[in-house]
T-cell receptor, first 112, second 111 residues
Framework: DGGITQSPKYLFRKEGQNVTLSCEQN?????MYWYRQDPGQGLRLIYYSQIVNDFQKGDIAEGYSVSREKKESFPLTVTSAQKNPTAFYLC???????????FGQGTRLTVV | SQQGEEDPQALSIQEGENATMNCSYK?????LQWYRQNSGRGLVHLIL?????REKHSGRLRVTLDTSKKSSSLLITASRAADTASYFCATEAGANSKLTFGKGITLSVRP
């Protein structure tokens, strides 16, 4: 919200398929984050990036991949290696200087 | 692993009462933040307290930080039904500003 666009809002994937979730921001923020939210699990960090062409694994990176070719964009690919991908995925951005994060409205991914 | 752990997991109070939520964390931090989430939506930032601060206020919110105990508390005074939501603490740590969240607290405020 407020300059962060996640698309699509709902996504259905067949087992064995890769799927890419989009996160675009026009806030000129340096940092971008991807989280996964499951019921009762809170938010778990998948990947994060502080600058273009650089990113770090979070706590649950296995089965996911990201790229940061542009400051505005941080797409997340959920690969077939992710055994339980059904979840609510949240993208966040933050300005440099250790400030608060801003969140998109999320993408709900369901494996069918 | 999740850095922050909130307590209690769920809290139900009457409108007008105060709500106190606690968060404990494991490693040294740059800052600690509290967020709110309404069902099915993204998170909204409430307040940030830096590691060298002990207390901060914002409207009806008061947050404290005790780095020696690695704990924080969020107090919402004079609660309203509209405060019903999930609340998360998050810690930012390290040179790369890794931001990790706890499991959250579900707050219900009864009218």
């Amino acid at each position: 919200d407020g300059g962060i666009t996640q698309s699509p809002k709902y996504l259905f994937r067949k087992e064995g398929q890769n799927v890419t979730l989009s996160c675009e921001q026009n806030l000129n923020h340096d940092a971008m984050y991807w989280y996964r939210q499951d019921p009762g699990q809170g938010l778990r960090l998948i990947y994060y990036s502080q600058i273009v062409n650089d990113f770090q694994k979070g706590d649950i990176a296995e089965g996911y991949s990201v790229s940061r070719e542009k400051k505005e964009s941080f797409p997340l690919t959920v690969t077939s290696a992710q055994k339980n991908p059904t979840a609510f995925y949240l993208c966040a951005t933050a300005p440099s200087g250790r400030r608060e994060a801003f969140f998109g409205q999320g993408t709900r991914l369901t494996v069918v | 692993s999740q850095q922050g752990e909130e307590d209690p997991q769920a809290l139900s109070i009457q409108e007008g009462e105060n709500a106190t939520m606690n968060c404990s964390y494991k490693t040294s931090i740059n800052n600690l933040q509290w967020y709110r989430q309404n069902s099915g939506r993204g998170l909204v930032h409430l307040i940030l307290i830096r590691s060298n601060e002990r207390e901060k206020h914002s409207g009806r919110l008061r947050v404290t930080l005790d780095t020696s105990k690695k704990s924080s508390s969020l107090l919402i005074t004079a609660s309203r039904a509209a405060d019903t939501a999930s609340y998360f603490c998050a810690t930012e740590a390290g040179a790369n500003s890794k931001l990790t969240f706890g499991k959250g607290i579900t707050l219900s405020v009864r009218p």
